[in-house]
Structure formats: C-alpha cells, structure tokens
C-alpha cells in the first residue's frame, strides 16, 4: 500500500511537531511526503498543480493530512488545496469517485492540553467534534475515514504558562505517528 502525506504548516522548519512528525517518516518505503508550503510558496494552485495533486491522489491508497490545528481548522493553504483539488467530478458528485475507498487519515497537532478537548473543558468539543467537516470531506468522497492522530501540548519555544511537550515527549510522540501511518497498510 502506498500512502500520501500532506504537511501543511507555514513555517515548518520553525516547527517542534510537525518538523519532527515529518522526519520520522523518512526513509519508509511506500511512503510520500509533500510540503504544501515549500510547493505553493504563493498559494496558488494553478490548474496543472491540479491535475499533478489528483494523479498522486489516485497513485496512492492512503492520504495522510498533516498539520498544526489552527483555529479549529487548517492552515490556509490546506483549505485552498482542498477547494482545488478535491472538486466536483473527481472527488465528489457525478463521476466523481476517483478516492472511493482510499484511507483519510488527519493528523494534527494542537497548543493545548488533551484535557481541554472535552465537553467542559476549555474549548468545549472533542477533537472527534471538532473535525466533523475533515470526516464529512471523506464521507462526500467516499473515502474511510481514519481515526484523528493527535499530538497535544506542542507549543512554540519560549510560550509560558501552558504545558509544553519535551524535545523527548516530542520525540516519542513522532514515532508513534511514524508506525500509526506505516500500519495503514494493515487498516483494510
């Protein structure tokens, strides 16, 4: 199986999380990574990168969407990938079935701590709620959707007052998303 992994983080040689998630999948075989940002440095995705994008799409049996978790959403570039990318009579509506049955796996990391993603806690929804629309995007285009792989407490160097994963806890945590897309393999 061969899978896909779109990072997108606008400056991710500053990242402590995604740079490290990012690393740890070097050297897999069957694995491709691609950095929207370092691609679309002018966040134009011009038609022929369209059709580029929707090539690798049906190249690959897994796509892995990578990113911090902005604003309970993407970065902006991810959105304007999507809007693109996955148009109508390729990814959904007539004819457009071209990812039916590919794995979606997201892939997030968030400043905040796990217990503030809970009913009550400080942002009031689940990650599970919160990425409802990311789901809803796989179900329109038929794809199966992955259980959200979550990284929490990855701040900034330098930002006070909130837990902050260590350079190991970091470590281990990339790791751990390295073998959770190497085993997308075995998820069918």
């Known amino acids: 199986m061969k899978t896909l992994v779109l990072i997108a983080h606008p400056d991710l040689q500053a990242s402590r999380g995604n740079r490290r998630m990012r690393?740890?999948?070097?050297?897999?075989?069957?694995?491709?990574?691609?950095?929207?940002?370092?691609?679309?440095p002018d966040f134009r995705i011009r038609p022929e990168h369209v059709a580029e994008e929707q090539r690798l799409l049906l190249e690959h049996d897994a796509i892995v969407f990578q990113h911090p978790f902005y604003w309970y959403s993407a970065p902006a570039l991810l959105k304007e990938w999507m809007d693109r990318v996955l148009s109508i009579?390729?990814?959904?509506?007539?004819?457009?079935?071209?990812l039916r049955?590919?794995?979606?796996?997201s892939a997030i990391t968030t400043g905040g701590p796990e217990e503030a993603y809970r009913s009550g806690g400080y942002n009031h929804y689940?990650?599970?709620?919160?990425?409802?629309?990311?789901?809803?995007?796989?179900?329109?285009?038929?794809m199966v959707w992955q259980p959200v792989f979550v990284t929490h407490s990855v701040l900034p160097p330098g930002v006070a007052g909130l837990k902050n994963l260590s350079d190991a806890e970091l470590d281990s945590?990339?790791?751990a998303y390295a073998e959770r897309v190497r085993a997308l393999g075995t998820a069918r």
């Open 23 to 40: 690393d740890a999948l070097a050297n897999h075989a069957g694995i491709t990574v691609r950095d929207l940002y370092l691609l679309y």
């Open 89 to 98: 009579g390729f990814a959904y509506g007539p004819g457009g079935d071209k």
């Open 101 to 105: 049955g590919k794995l979606w796996l």
């Open 126 to 142: 689940t990650i599970s709620e919160l990425m409802r629309p990311f789901q809803q995007t796989a179900n329109l285009a038929g």
């Open 173 to 175: 945590a990339a790791a």
